[in-house]
């Protein structure tokens, strides 16, 4: 197939974490949380990459340590548009904006609250190193800093992602 036909997608899981900027009960976040990341790219061979993203990544839980029966945490459902250039071999860097859906759920005492929000302006800048498995596989390796403006959130992002091209 020609190579402009170039697709291939991507299914990683990480570790994230949050920094905090929360002014009350600072003391009860748990900042180590987890992601779980979907990515559709058009690869071509020239270096600018193009796609979609989406997942799930727990930016925090909160739990004060004396209130067992308390607790909160943050999710985010990213829908993003994604960019990624290659530098040199597997070394890439990436870019992404868009949109997020914000999971806050509570549980007090047995009573769980969950709502839902959506935050239109993210960013995501990234950095990673891509090795070829083949044909089709391929092994990811990407740091990257993610912000959210609404809530005026930021975390770092670990991944190794498994890729398949279709073409």
């Keep these: 197939h ?4 170039h697709f291939t997608f991507y299914g990683g899981l ?14 009860g976040i748990n900042p180590s949380n987890y992601a779980f990341l979907l990515k559709a790219m058009w690869e071509p061979e020239h270096r600018l990459s193009i796609g979609v993203e989406t997942g799930y990544i727990r930016m925090y839980q909160w739990q004060y340590p004396f209130r067992k ?25 990436s870019f992404s904006f868009g949109s997020s859906i914000l999971h806050s759920y509570l549980n007090r005492n047995g009573n769980e609250v ?6 239109l302006a993210n960013i995501n800048l990234g950095l990673g190193y891509k090795v070829k498995m083949g044909h089709r596989w ?3 390796v990407e740091t990257n800093y993610l912000y959210m403006s609404k ?11 498994l890729g398949y091209s279709i073409w």
């Design 138 to 140: 391929s092994f990811v």
């Design 151 to 161: 809530a005026n959130d930021m975390s770092m992002l670990f991944l190794t992602r």
């Design 14 to 27: 990480g570790y994230n974490y949050y920094f905090n900027s929360m002014q009350i009960g600072a003391e």
């Design 69 to 93: 029966n308390e607790y909160l945490a943050l999710f985010q459902i990213p829908l993003n548009t994604c960019f990624s250039m290659r530098l040199h071999k597997g070394l890439f860097t």
């Design 114 to 119: 969950s709502t839902f929000q959506l935050t």
């Design 2 to 5: 020609p190579s402009y036909r």
